[in-house]
């Protein structure tokens, strides 16, 4: 299994859709989401290129997204899961490490918010 970095600006991603979602669906919501995408990162870091993965050669080589309701069922939590996740993860391998560029919305035009020739950092 490859480990992941977090870029800067998926850190920030998580953070804010996370206070979104604890916003409109409580802490128990946020617990909910929080969970699943600890269950995507497990899995794209257990393998990348795992059959639902779309590669994105749009926002440079290697670039793959990953959307969070193909990991749903193995984010169950004691108070559920979440029942309609609507972001996606942008990754690619550097080296032995799976590295996340954004976690974004599915109604975002990704072009806008992934920068091709920009570091991940």
Known sequence: MAGYRLSGPA?????????????QFGEAGR?????LITAVLHDISS??????????????ESVRSWHLR???????????????????????MEGGLVVVG????????LV?????EKSWE
């Open 70 to 92: 193909l990991s749903r069922e193995r984010a169950r939590t004691v108070t559920g899961i979440v029942r309609r996740p609507r972001h996606f993860l942008i990754y690619r």
């Open 102 to 109: 954004r976690a974004l919305h599915d109604a975002m035009e």
């Open 11 to 23: 850190k920030a991603d998580i953070v804010k859709l996370l206070a979104w979602t604890e916003r």
């Open 112 to 116: 806008h918010h992934l920068d091709a």
């Open 47 to 60: 393998q990348p290129d795992r059959v639902g993965s779309i590669l994105r050669p749009e926002l440079g």
């Open 31 to 35: 617990v909910r989401y929080a969970a």
